[in-house]
Structure formats: structure tokens, C-alpha cells
């Protein structure tokens, strides 16, 4: 158990719709990370927020968006999801932002949220 | 070009044998961090060990080492006295300062009795 968790485990929902994923990190981290994994593009770095605030992002499609609360959970919300949004979406903690002298921080993944859309 | 690269999509072998999982990384960054992780098929992330660019010993956690060459750009992980339970995708990843994970593409991993 990584100390990461993540709600919820599946979810299935049809073209169109909206869902939001939960995550919670690691007691002490600040950083928290969010990558899709799917077949064909492998696991892909989507966002980061580091004690609130959008750190980096990477590839994450504009109808994705992210935040992160003050108690340092953090939400992932996709919406008008396509068949191609199906895929396992993991949230990560670390403990430092990435920047110099943090770059190294072992990130954490939670169990995934495994979306399939129909 | 691909930061990482791990070039043996499968590889298989016996139960108590040793089985070196290869990974060369691309970096200018003279700060960077490499990791490896286990995703068995129940599909969570298992981080398993981690190099950092400026250690000058081979990172070892238990019957996990990484074989880190520095010059040659490789972090190769070595699992000696494989298990059943080693049955598993090994992904090797790199950040470097300021960046995210970069994630190779991964090599599947089958332990046989």
C-alpha cells in the first residue's frame, strides 16, 4: 500500500458525460501528479499541483482540468469524454515540487481509476 | 527522440534465476533521478528503486539492484533469485529538474516454476 488513494476504482459512463476522479496523497506529501495509461500512448504525464498550485503540465486535452484543495486532495475532471478517453488514470504524490534539488523525490502512485467509456 | 528506452518487450526465466530488465535514458540535465516500478495485472504502480545522476553506488533494495552506467546512459534493474510473484511489466522512468516522470514503454516480465 502506497499511502495514495484514489476514488473511484472503476468507472464506466458513455460519450459525452463528465466525471470527476479523486485522489488523496501520501500524508506529507504536497505534490501530487495525475498520468493516463492506455495502450497505445503508454503512460502519459497529464498534470501536476504542488500545495495548490498548477505546478507543470503536460499532455492533458483542454477539456481535462485538475485541482487541488487545501487539504492537498486533489480532483480530476474530464468532460464530453470520448471513446478514446478510456483508459487507467493514476494519481502520484511526492514529497517536493520538482524543482532544483526535488527533481528526485520518489513519486507514489495510487491504485488507479481504471474509465471506460462506452 | 525517446528519453527513455527499454528495448525487451518480454523477457522470461526461472523461478531463483537472476534477469537483468534493460533501460538507456536520454538527458542533458546533469540532475536527474531514475526509477524503476512494477505493474503486476491487477494494474497498480509499485515503485521499486531509485538512482539518483550524482550517487556514486548502484542503488539496491533487497533482491532489486540497479546497474547504473552512467557513460553509457543505462540503468539496467537486476531481480536476482526471481519469484512466481516477480510476474510483472517493469517500467524504467527519469525525471529530470523540473520535469514530471518520463516513462519508457515498459518490458513484461514472466517468472516460470
Known amino acids: 500500500d502506497s499511502g495514495v488513494t484514489q476514488t473511484p476504482k472503476h468507472l464506466i459512463t458513455a460519450t459525452g458525460q463528465r466525471v470527476t476522479l479523486r485522489c488523496s496523497p501520501r500524508?506529507?506529501?504536497?505534490?501530487v501528479y495525475w498520468y493516463q495509461q492506455s495502450l497505445d500512448q503508454g503512460l502519459q504525464f497529464l498534470i501536476q499541483?504542488?500545495?495548490?498550485?498548477?505546478?507543470a503540465k503536460g499532455n492533458i486535452l483542454e477539456r481535462f482540468s485538475a485541482q487541488q484543495f487545501p487539504d492537498l486532495h486533489s480532483e480530476l475532471n474530464l468532460s464530453s469524454l470520448e471513446l478514446g478517453d478510456s483508459a487507467l488514470y493514476f494519481c502520484?504524490?511526492?514529497?517536493?515540487?520538482?524543482?532544483?534539488?526535488?527533481?528526485?523525490?520518489?513519486?507514489?502512485f495510487g491504485p488507479g481509476t481504471r474509465l471506460t467509456v462506452l | 527522440a525517446q528519453k527513455i528506452t527499454q528495448t525487451q518487450p518480454g523477457m522470461f526465466v526461472q523461478e531463483k534465476e537472476a534477469v537483468t530488465l534493460d533501460c538507456t535514458y536520454d538527458?542533458?540535465?546533469?540532475?536527474?533521478?531514475l526509477f524503476w516500478y512494477k505493474q503486476p495485472s491487477s494494474g497498480e504502480m509499485i515503485f521499486l528503486i531509485y538512482?539518483?545522476?550524482?550517487?556514486?553506488q548502484n542503488a539496491t533494495e533487497g533482491r532489486y539492484s540497479l546497474n547504473f552506467q552512467k557513460a553509457r546512459k543505462s540503468a539496467n534493474l537486476v531481480i536476482s533469485a526471481s519469484q512466481l510473484g516477480d510476474s510483472a511489466m517493469y517500467f524504467c522512468?527519469?525525471?529530470?529538474?523540473?520535469?514530471?516522470?518520463?516513462f519508457g514503454k515498459g518490458t513484461t516480465l514472466s517468472v516460470s516454476s
Open positions: 502520484a504524490s511526492s514529497v517536493g515540487s520538482g524543482l532544483a534539488g526535488t527533481s528526485t523525490d520518489t513519486q507514489y
Open positions: 500524508s506529507g506529501d504536497l505534490s
Open positions: 499541483y504542488y500545495n495548490g498550485e498548477e505546478r
Open positions: 538527458t542533458s540535465d546533469p540532475s536527474y533521478g
Open positions: 538512482q539518483g545522476s550524482y550517487d556514486q
Open positions: 522512468a527519469m525525471r529530470e529538474t523540473g520535469t514530471a516522470l518520463i
